[in-house]
């Protein structure tokens, strides 16, 4: 059974983007980063990589760009349910986000998932090796 880990107050989590923080993998140790997003009220978690290249962020550290309730991979234009974690349009149409268990109790969102352990509010640790595409970066 998992050890819950408090990461965020339901008030922390914003309605119209998403919250970041970062967890280690208990396998291979590797930091992996996780958005949480709020839709009708329910709090849903997801590892934060878009499926068509997974190395590709979701969430760029400033919250992820939505359009209604979907979350919007800005590199590929990939179109995820928030609450399903579904592509329903773009370059990888039929795929799903990877799902982080969590639970929320008495206005706290906690890590239950058994594969991670709460690292740190925030991104993961940068990588000079990181080939993530910044041509879509907004300066």
Request: proline share 2%.
């Amino acid at each position: 059974m998992a050890i819950r880990r408090a990461v965020a107050s339901v008030d922390d989590v914003p309605t119209e983007t998403t919250y970041l923080f970062t967890v280690r993998d208990t396998d291979s140790g590797e930091e992996r980063e996780v958005i949480l997003v709020e839709i009708d009220g329910r709090i849903h978690a997801w590892l934060n990589y878009c499926q068509h290249y997974t190395h590709i962020k979701i969430d760029k550290g400033s919250g992820a760009e939505m359009r209604g309730n979907a979350l919007i991979c800005e590199n590929h234009g990939a179109y995820f349910e928030s609450d399903t974690g579904y592509c329903n349009f773009g370059p990888c149409e039929g795929a799903y986000l990877n799902a982080v268990e969590i639970e929320v109790e008495d206005g706290v969102v906690y890590l239950t998932d058994d594969r991670y352990e709460f690292v740190r509010k925030g991104p993961a640790e940068s990588d000079e090796t990181d080939l993530e595409s910044r041509s879509n970066y907004k300066f």
